[in-house]
């Protein structure tokens, strides 16, 4: 049996080739292989319903769920895959290393090339696959075509974790006990949606939360689905994803090739605080440009302050306070552009309203840069208002089914972005933007989700979710390589598209329009279990939280919108110089901490709903500690000092700590102490919250 190994940071993945096709050997810890086990001979499944396949198509496997779906001519379905032989071949260039593998079905003209590629400097493994035609004559038509199966050995049965949420309760996080079965989680939005987050973790039923675990994500923005699939009695729970099998059928003529959404997989000996490292460190290590302030600034976003009342005087004295507190970009939200005085108009017509700004942009521009900020602007390139000269001009480049009523949400239309008209529209309309004025801040909205994708007539229009999301990708990639000094923020309605994709584009995602510090602290801490701070953008508003209820300090307010990229919504001018004073040296301490918040390790430490809550940040160096502290009201007034036990420091090392933003000392402790009794907390900035910082001594 031929074996190859493709080596982590920290782990390898082994595959071999055997009769039934290409199987997983191991995944995990080098030093402790495991075999799987065989299972029992039944007449009633083929041998390769048995082994942990790393790709079949239905044809293949007979009795189990398979990740591709192959419809042939006169009613003869599925693909009998075949690994061809001598096809395997490995790329290792000290680095990344790669595998491809050809499997093939020559009968019903298909064949797949597989990928998996890994890093010695990360910890997740990258597979996708090519689906390619090789009929003569006809059309290929497939109606699933995932990426990959990951088999992942944890069962029988597994505990799944995954993060769903709605509007505003985003990033939720809940454990299913899945003894067997199949749990389905997807999309049908054409984004990713704010009901459930494209990635799983998954660990053995009678695991604890220190033991081994894997995770599984989808990198794709648009329709989605993921298969978690433990079959009855197993060892190995497979789990596969791609694009929505239930709207999107692919139909390939001779020759032409289908990419699958990418989908990644990583393993932890450490449980699930071990997975949200391993994501942190693939995603600041090869999704970000940088994790420095030049992409993670100071922002002030006027939306909370003016709605869609948009004038250059009023965001000029805004501007003047956000400068004096500290802020590094001003972004002008919704409402500059023309014919946008409620949400009933003007989307799509991206020049500025001449009403609001007879001069053009320039004099509020230079007035921010000025002021010694750098200028943002606020858009929804991809939908439109019935009342808009776009949609009048071109009321056929909106989704519609037939005949049907078109349906309007939050009294707009979405663009198909899959016809290269509008696309070709989109990318003229962005460079205008960006070239007109030095705009350096860009924040992308998508405010509703798709109702009736599709384009009758086409034939490729049942395509129309893949169309879609890959100029959605193209447009940011035009961004992000012919605007290499703007900062682009991904915001769909909130978290309405937030994944793996978007981080590679995009420097910052919006978690949730929930800004109300307490629900906020929720979405927050479910969302950095499978995504890190750098890209977290939080504000500080004056909004009134939907659902935990209990007050909250200004300065709980800013401690919260700390442990990501710190932003202001608040309405400035309504706070008194006393405010303004203190939200000033509230931004100078996050400066002082902001580069171990983006950059070193994340623990949470219980939950927000405890009467003490914390996110703990270690540098990579662990010379340098921060501790963002939040507490229910009056928990942090009783007559024994509150004691936090902190995670992952050395015994030996002595820390000198202090808290409040250095106005108070708590002397000097060891490691020891710091993770045993726990680091004294005196609720220095406030009653229900505190910063602490550790600083190592040599």
């Given at each position: 049996m031929t074996e190859w190994e493709l080596p982590t940071a920290r782990s390898v993945y082994i595959v071999a080739e055997t009769d039934a096709g290409l199987v997983l050997r191991h995944w995990g810890d080098p030093g402790r292989r495991r075999e799987f086990a065989p299972p029992a001979r039944t007449p009633f499944e083929a041998p390769t319903d048995k082994v942990p396949l790393e790709f079949a198509a239905a044809g293949t496997r007979h009795?189990?769920?398979?990740?591709?779906?192959?419809?042939?001519?006169?009613?003869?379905?599925?693909?009998?895959?075949?690994?061809?032989?001598?096809?395997?071949?490995?790329?290792?260039?000290?680095?990344?290393?790669?595998?491809?593998?050809?499997?093939?079905?020559a009968g019903a003209g298909v064949e797949v090339e597989l990928h998996m590629r890994t890093s010695r400097e990360h910890e997740v493994v990258e597979r996708w696959a090519r689906v390619r035609s090789t009929r003569a004559v006809g059309e290929l038509c497939l109606t699933r075509a995932f990426g990959a199966a990951w088999n992942v050995p944890v069962g029988p049965g597994a505990r799944v974790a995954e993060l769903v949420g709605t509007w505003s309760r985003e990033f939720t996080p809940v454990e299913v006990d899945l003894p067997a079965g199949q749990l389905s989680l997807g999309s049908r939005q054409g984004i990713t949606s704010h009901l459930y987050s494209p990635v799983v973790a998954l660990r053995a039923r009678d695991s604890?939360?220190?033991?081994?675990?894997?995770?599984?994500?989808?990198?794709?923005?648009?329709?989605?689905?993921?298969?978690?699939?433990?079959?009855?009695?197993?060892?190995?729970?497979?789990?596969?994803?791609?694009?929505?099998?239930?709207?999107?059928?692919?139909?390939?003529?001779?020759?032409?090739?289908?990419?699958?959404?990418?989908?990644?997989?990583?393993?932890?000996?450490?449980?699930p605080d071990g997975l949200a490292d391993a994501w942190h460190e693939y995603q600041r290590g090869r999704l970000a440009r940088s994790t420095g302030p030049e992409h993670r600034p100071i922002v002030y976003n006027s939306w909370y302050a003016t709605g869609f009342d948009v004038r250059v005087e009023h965001q000029l004295a805004l501007a003047d306070v956000a400068a004096d507190v500290g802020v590094e970009v001003f972004v002008v939200d919704d409402g500059w552009f023309t014919g946008r005085t409620s949400d009933r108009a003007g989307l799509g017509d991206w020049y500025a309203d001449p009403s609001k700004f007879p001069e053009g942009l320039g004099p509020l521009v230079k007035g921010v840069l000025d002021r010694g900020m750098r200028f943002g602007l606020w858009a929804e390139p991809e939908a439109v208002n019935p009342d808009s000269d776009l949609f009048r001009a071109h009321p056929d480049w909106v989704y519609r089914a037939g005949d049907r009523p078109l349906t309007t949400m939050r009294n707009q239309y979405?663009?198909?972005?899959?016809?290269?008209?509008?696309?070709?529209?989109?990318?003229?309309?962005l460079r205008r933007l960006l070239t007109e004025h030095p705009v350096s801040y860009l924040k992308w909205d998508m405010n509703r989700a798709v109702s009736d994708g599709g384009r009758p007539g086409d034939p490729r229009g049942r395509e129309w979710s893949l169309q879609h999301t890959r100029a959605y990708h193209r447009l940011m990639t035009v961004l992000r390589e012919e605007f290499p000094h703007v900062t682009v923020e991904a915001c769909a309605?909130?978290?309405?598209?937030?994944?793996?994709?978007?981080?590679?584009?995009?420097?910052?995602?919006?978690?949730?329009?929930?800004?109300?510090?307490?629900?906020?602290?929720?979405?927050?801490?479910?969302?950095?279990?499978?995504?890190?701070?750098?890209?977290?953008?939080?504000?500080?508003?004056?909004?009134?939280d939907r659902l935990d209820t209990a007050p909250a300090s200004l300065e709980f307010r800013f401690v919260v919108a700390?442990?990501?990229?710190?932003?202001?919504?608040?309405?400035?001018?309504?706070?008194?110089?006393?405010?303004?004073?203190?939200?000033?040296?509230?931004?100078?301490?996050?400066?002082?901490?902001?580069?171990?918040?983006?950059?070193?390790?994340?623990?949470?430490?219980?939950?927000?709903?405890?009467?003490?809550?914390?996110?703990?940040?270690?540098?990579?160096?662990?010379?340098?500690?921060?501790?963002?502290?939040?507490?229910?009201?009056?928990?942090?007034?009783?007559?024994?000092?509150?004691?936090?036990?902190?995670?992952?420091?050395?015994?030996?090392?002595?820390?000198?700590?202090?808290?409040?933003?250095?106005?108070?000392?708590?002397?000097?402790?060891?490691?020891?102490?710091?993770?045993?009794?726990?680091v004294p907390v005196p609720f220095a900035l406030a009653p229900d919250c505190d910063v602490v910082v550790l600083d190592r001594l040599p």
């Open positions: 009795a189990q769920f398979a990740e591709l779906l192959v419809q042939g001519p006169d009613g003869v379905d599925g693909a009998l895959l075949r690994l061809v032989p001598g096809s395997v071949a490995v790329a290792d260039d000290g680095r990344d290393a790669e595998l491809t593998a050809l499997l093939r079905d604890d939360d220190g033991c081994e675990a894997y995770g599984v994500a989808l990198a794709w923005s648009g329709s989605w689905r993921m298969v978690v699939d433990a079959v009855p009695f197993r060892d190995v729970v497979r789990v596969g994803g791609g694009a929505d099998d239930e709207t999107a059928v692919i139909t390939l003529a001779p020759g032409e090739e289908f990419e699958t959404p990418h989908l990644l997989g990583a393993w932890s000996p450490g449980g979405v663009l198909d972005l899959g016809r290269p008209e509008v696309e070709q529209w989109a990318a003229t309309m309605g909130g978290g309405g598209r937030v994944d793996n994709a978007v981080l590679a584009l995009s420097d910052v995602v919006w978690p949730s329009d929930e800004t109300g510090p307490r629900d906020r602290l929720a979405v927050q801490h479910g969302f950095l279990s499978a995504y890190p701070p750098h890209v977290m953008s939080s504000w500080v508003t004056d909004e009134p700390m442990a990501g990229a710190l932003g202001i919504g608040a309405d400035l001018l309504a706070w008194d110089e006393a405010t303004r004073a203190r939200a000033r040296e509230l931004v100078a301490l996050y400066r002082d901490i902001r580069e171990v918040v983006h950059t070193g390790e994340v623990r949470r430490l219980g939950l927000p709903s405890d009467p003490v809550y914390a996110v703990q940040y270690t540098a990579a160096d662990a010379s340098r500690v921060i501790v963002l502290v939040t507490a229910r009201p009056g928990a942090g007034r009783g007559d024994a000092p509150v004691r936090l036990p902190l995670t992952g420091l050395r015994d030996e090392a002595r820390y000198r700590v202090h808290a409040g933003g250095g106005t108070v000392g708590c002397g000097v402790l060891a490691g020891h102490e710091l993770t045993g009794a726990g």
